[in-house]
Every structure is written in C-alpha cells, then in structure tokens.
C-alpha cells in the first residue's frame, strides 16, 4: 500500500489563513481598543471632536428618519380623526342640544322671576293683595271662559274678589273651595266690566265674546273716539277693581265702540294676585251681596 501524502490539502490551509487572520484582526482591535482607552483617560474630551464629526454625518439620516416617522404618525392621526369624525359630531350636536335646552331653561327661569318680582311689586302697593298663587287650569274647549286657581277659602279668597295679573285684569273669583278657586275670566260671554279710555273721558262696557276678544260698547253713542291702539283701563265703577288697571287693546273700531284684545291673556299667566273688593260698600249699598253678583 503506498504512503500517505504529507502535503496538506487547500482546504486545510485556507481554514488556517481564516483562523491567523481572525486572530490578526482580534489583535488589531484589542490593540486599537487599549489605545482609545488610554487617550480617554489621560485626555478625556479628545474623542469630542470625532463624535461630534460623526453625529454630523449621520444628522441628515436621522432627521430624514424623525421626518418620515412624523408624517406617519400625522397620517396615522388624520385617517383616525376621519374614522371618528362621525361619532365626534354626533356628540358635539348631543352636547349642543343639551346646552340649547340648558339656555331655554336658563330664559324660562329669568322670565319666571321677573314675573314673580312684578308680582311682588303688587304686594309692596297700598292695596295688599289678598293672595298669590298660580292659576292650575282653565277651559280648553267649553264656549265659557273660566280659570282655576291654587288658592281657597283657607287662604282669605272670597267670592266677588278681582283678579289680576302684572299685566292686568284676569277676572275676578266666581266660586270659592277651602284650596282652590274658579274663576270668571274676561273673555267669557257673562263677563261685563266698566272700562274707559286710558287718555281720554270714554267710557264704556267691555264685554266678553268667548273667543279670546272683548267687545267695547261705549255708553255715550255718537262720535267714536276709539282708535286702533288704544288702550282702555278699569273705570272703578261698580265698586270690584280698582280703576286705571290694564284691560285691554283696541284691535278694530265699530259703529258703537270696537272689539279689543285682552292684555293680560290667562294663557300666558302663570301667577296671578287676588285683590280684595275696590269698594264693598258701594256693592252693598246698591243691594245686591258679593256672593249672589257672580253667581251663573
């Protein structure tokens, strides 16, 4: 048999090229490495320069990566604030609607107040009022006009007693229960009151038409001195109201005076002051009681 070659084949030497040059370069490293850390602890601020000639190459590159990854969050965030967009302007009409009622609220309750404070101007004045309450209903479909009131026998109401509002003359009671009262609005058809011109000497009936008007007849016929605008007030005859408080606007002249609208529309009433009797001797003495005047 004959003897093995002695000769290494290129394989063998090519891996200990590799290995010699590992080696080499691990040296060269070491080496490198020892230096730069002897440079840094005898002179530590040498290496500045370098790293910051390095961080200067390499700024472009970074502020190129920071601006691409902006946009991307910039775009990420608008597509999602499109995809909300839907449910963020349902909430915000939500919210808006919330508030718009909020503010109605806000407004009903001024207008309350101012009314409440009209009526205690009422109760400051020389004729006391006899009671404040709030008028709880009134007849929606009947051709009579009556209202009822949240105040009673209990509470001093009597019947015969006008009524009024801030703005006017409401009615006056027609029948007394110890808690509430009914009463005989303007409107109604039985309703008559003595009224005159606020301006001038007129006088007249205003009588109701239970339709939301009055009918003005003047007692002295002749030349109508009614014009359209005209305000017409509680004479006081007849002893119930006082005179000079607000009945009603005249709204279209007549051969015999003209039809007029009431200005304080039980309506548009919430509280209402019972005031007692201008003269209950007058009504007595023209024999016929308080009780049996408003009687149907």
Do not use: C
Not at 200 to 226: H, K, S
């Amino acid at each position: 048999m004959a003897p093995p070659s002695s000769r290494r084949s290129s394989q063998s030497r090519r891996a200990q090229y590799g290995i010699f040059t590992g080696y080499v370069i691990a040296g060269i490293g070491a080496l490198v490495g020892a230096v730069l850390l002897g440079l840094s602890l005898w002179k530590p601020g040498i290496a500045s320069s370098p790293r910051a000639a390095a961080n200067d190459i390499i700024a472009p590159a970074g502020e190129t990566t920071a601006r691409a990854r902006t946009e991307s969050q910039g775009l990420i965030e608008s597509i999602r604030g499109y995809l909300r967009a839907g449910s963020q302007n349902a909430e915000l009409k939500r919210e808006m609607e919330l508030a718009r009622i909020r503010l109605q609220e806000a407004e009903a309750l001024q207008h309350e107040n101012r009314r409440l404070k009209a009526l205690l101007d009422l109760q400051e004045s020389e004729r006391k009022p006899v009671a404040v309450a709030r008028l709880i209903g009134s007849t929606a479909s009947s051709t009579r006009r009556f209202a009822y009131l949240g105040a009673g026998r209990t509470d001093g109401v009597a019947a015969g007693m006008p009524v009024r509002s801030p703005r006017g003359v409401v009615g006056r009671v027609l029948e007394v229960g110890q808690t509430s009262s009914r009463i005989l609005l303007l409107g109604d058809s039985q309703s008559v009151l003595p009224v005159r011109l606020a301006d001038g000497n007129a006088v007249a009936f205003a009588e109701g038409r239970g339709d939301g008007l009055l009918r003005i007849r003047l007692i002295n016929l002749g030349i109508n001195p009614l014009e359209v605008g005209d305000v017409v007030v509680t004479s006081g005859a007849g002893g119930y109201y006082a005179p000079g408080i607000a009945v009603a606007v005249i709204s279209e002249v007549t051969m015999d005076g003209g039809l007029g609208r009431i200005i304080a529309d039980p309506a548009a009433t919430d509280y209402v002051a019972v005031e007692p009797v201008f003269q209950p001797e007058a009504v007595a003495g023209a024999g016929t009681p308080i009780e049996e005047s408003v009687v149907e």
